[in-house]
């Protein structure tokens, strides 16, 4: 479950991620069914491929829902280091801010962090960026997150990005033109209080990767 | 005054306020002015783009085109960031030590090249520096800003007024090497003793975290040795064409052109690289500005206001040198003093002609330049380069307010000013 959830904020994702669970065990339940009348592997597996391709040709449309996931969520209060950890630790692109109610607020992405960390200066001089000392810069950018909250590593309101969410009956091609045009790398996915999960690029991809006719 | 007068004095002083309050763009306001010269018939097309004294002064235009070129190209080599933290390291870490290289070092770039894009190179290094010392950058920001405009007056490419001045008073590099460089020398003296008791609060040295800094590779910085060798090299040729101007009979125009040229032909930098760090805006700026200074010329308003000056000095050289020296250090620290040079220009042109060609006549040019490059120094909005750092300090998280940076700044144009009156009294009035 997500490192740093409130019971509460728990709850509701593990329910999310069951009914998400439930609705692809509906959708994978012929599929079964099928596979149980011929025992050969050829028997297993040609059923499952007719399964899919018929689901798809009857314009089945996978929703986000069914592509949510569940994911760490952080509080604006948590501290910056530790979220930061969580990003690099679990190799995540980003995580879910939420706010003392457990509503979420924004996407952290990991190159926000990034560009806390690096001083703007750095950033807008390539030549400058060459001169640190591997050791030295490392330390200079911890010690830039130590006793920060993860409200300071966002961007001032203003500035702060919108929040990538879509409904669960988001389509596919939905949820990608959200993500493309916020430059997120995650995408919420919620129906009024009740949170689905969240969609990673990486699955996205791989589902769209995925579809009959194209081997990824 | 006729109609025409008044109605180009009316849009001139309109446009002018613009520029001055900023309430539009300034491009804009001198672009509307232009368009307006030129649709209530106070001036045309033919004036506009072709005359000398009364029309787009194309020299300036293309002189700062080839050095915004060339300086494009330079940026990329990483020979400031080379420079600033080789500077620092040698100087161990010591705050004056590593202000007052970084101020020297800021003062010959802006005389080389141009004050705006030294300061936009030096800045990032200092905010690394201070950074690793664990030092205020202000401090070290606003010095770097005020030695920019100090040293930038010093050449005739160094600031943007000192073209304007050139160009409308037929004055080459050498004349400024040889009539503003010297004077100038002595003030960075001046200026880097002054700046131990200005900035006094901000030397903490904290030996510990000077290892920090030593640890920085500048070698790094240079990304590309070639083009470092091929920026040097046409530097240096453009330099000497422009002090050799009386032999080779170019105009420094055609010499930044020529550099500009050569330099995106023999490096692998592409036009676009190339041209990508030329202030478009600038440049039509400039030329909005020409088109309504052309038409006060044109409409004889100009010509009014020299005879009204030169009788309120009375034929007196000497008064109307120092009164020229403190109302340009007075107008350039309220307003940009490019817009106040390029109006200034062609006044003092009728002055100094009116006087003759003595010594005498021609240092009014001087006091102009030095008036106008020097107050800029007195308030953050006096010159570009003052705007530009309190933008890039504004953005790193460290901002610098109009009254912080007009505090020092102050002090130090007044100091400039004091020590420019006796240096023109003495050089042009007393010896020569």
Redesign the interface.
């Known amino acids: 479950m997500a490192a740093h959830t409130s019971p509460s904020q728990a709850t509701v994702w593990s329910a999310a991620l069951d009914r998400a669970q439930r609705q692809r065990d509906e959708h994978e339940a012929p599929m079964s069914r099928n596979a149980t009348a011929r025992p050969d592997m050829h028997a297993i597996v040609a059923p499952i491929v007719t399964a899919i391709t018929s689901t798809w040709s009857k314009g089945f449309i996978m929703r986000a829902r069914d592509l949510a996931e569940d994911y760490p969520l952080v509080h604006l209060t948590d501290d910056a280091l530790t979220a930061a950890r969580l990003i690099a630790e679990q190799r995540r692109p980003g995580v879910v801010v939420v706010d003392a109610d457990g509503r979420p607020v924004t996407v952290l992405p990991g190159s926000q962090v990034l560009r806390f960390i690096i001083?703007?200066?750095?950033q807008?001089?390539?030549?400058?960026a060459?001169?640190?000392?591997e050791?030295?810069g490392a330390e200079?950018c911890v010690s830039k997150l130590e006793g920060r909250t993860v409200k300071e590593l966002l961007p001032s309101k203003e500035k702060r990005y919108e929040l990538p969410n879509v409904s669960g009956d988001a389509t596919l091609i939905e949820c990608a033109a959200m993500m493309a045009r916020l430059h997120s790398p995650l995408l919420l996915v919620s129906d009024g209080d009740t949170v689905h999960g969240v969609v990673t690029t990486s699955h996205l991809l791989e589902v769209i990767l995925a579809t009959p006719g194209k081997t990824p | 005054m006729s109609a025409s007068q008044i109605l180009s004095v009316a849009v001139f002083v309109g446009a002018y306020i613009l520029i001055a309050t900023e309430r539009v763009h300034r491009v804009a306001a001198a672009l509307g002015g232009a368009a307006l010269m030129l649709a209530l018939g106070l001036t045309n097309g033919e004036t506009a783009f072709h005359s000398i004294e009364a029309g787009i002064d194309w020299n300036v235009v293309f002189l700062l085109l080839g050095m915004m070129i060339i300086v494009g190209v330079i940026k990329q080599?990483?020979l400031f960031?080379?420079l600033a933290?080789a500077a620092a390291k040698r100087a161990r870490g010591k705050p004056f030590a590593v202000l007052a290289m970084f101020v020297v070092i800021t003062a010959v770039a802006s005389a080389a090249l141009d004050n705006v894009t030294t300061v936009l190179l030096i800045?990032?290094?200092t905010?690394?520096v201070c950074?690793?010392l664990g030092l205020n950058p202000i401090p070290f920001l606003i010095a770097e800003v005020l030695a920019s405009n100090i040293g930038g007056t010093a050449t005739l490419i160094g600031d943007p007024p000192n073209i304007i001045i050139a160009s409308r008073g037929g004055l080459s590099f050498n004349d400024f090497l040889v009539h503003l460089a010297p004077f100038i020398v002595v003030l960075m003296v001046v200026f880097v003793v002054v700046c131990r008791w200005l900035f006094r609060d901000a030397f903490q040295y904290d030996e510990k975290r000077v290892a920090?800094v030593m640890?920085?590779?500048?070698r790094?910085?240079?990304?590309d040795k070639t083009l470092l060798w091929q920026s040097l090299l046409v530097l240096f040729l453009v330099l000497t064409a422009f002090v050799l101007h009386g032999v080779l009979h170019l105009e420094p125009s055609v010499v930044a052109l020529l550099g500009a040229g050569l330099l995106v032909l023999i490096s692998k930098v592409t036009t676009e690289d190339a041209i990508a760090d030329v202030e478009w805006e600038t440049l039509i700026f400039f030329m909005g500005l020409f088109v309504m200074v052309g038409a006060l010329v044109r409409t004889g308003v100009i010509d009014q206001v020299s005879h009204a000056l030169a009788n309120a000095v009375g034929g007196d050289p000497l008064l109307a040198v120092m009164a020229l020296l403190l109302i340009s250090a007075v107008l350039s620290a309220i307003v940009d003093n490019i817009p106040y040079v390029a109006t200034m220009a062609p006044i003092v042109a009728e002055l100094v002609a009116a006087q003759g060609s003595t010594p005498q006549a021609h240092s009014m040019w001087w006091s102009l330049a030095l008036g106008a490059d020097l107050g800029g120094n007195a308030t953050a909005v006096g010159a570009s380069a003052n705007v530009v750092v309190l933008g890039?300090a504004a953005?790193?998280?460290t901002p610098i307010s109009f009254w912080q940076f007009t505090r020092y700044g102050v002090v130090v144009a007044g100091l400039s000013i004091l020590l420019a009156a006796p240096y023109l009294w003495l050089r042009y009035f007393v010896l020569a």
């Not at chain 1, 060459?130 to 000392?133: A, E, L």
């Not at chain 2, 790094?220 to 990304?223: F, K, L, P």
């Open positions: 001083p703007g200066y750095v807008e001089d390539p030549s400058l060459r001169v640190y000392d050791r030295g200079a | 080599t990483g960031e080379f933290i800045a990032p290094v905010f690394l950074d690793r920090e640890a920085l590779s500048e790094e910085a240079i990304r890039l953005r790193n998280g």
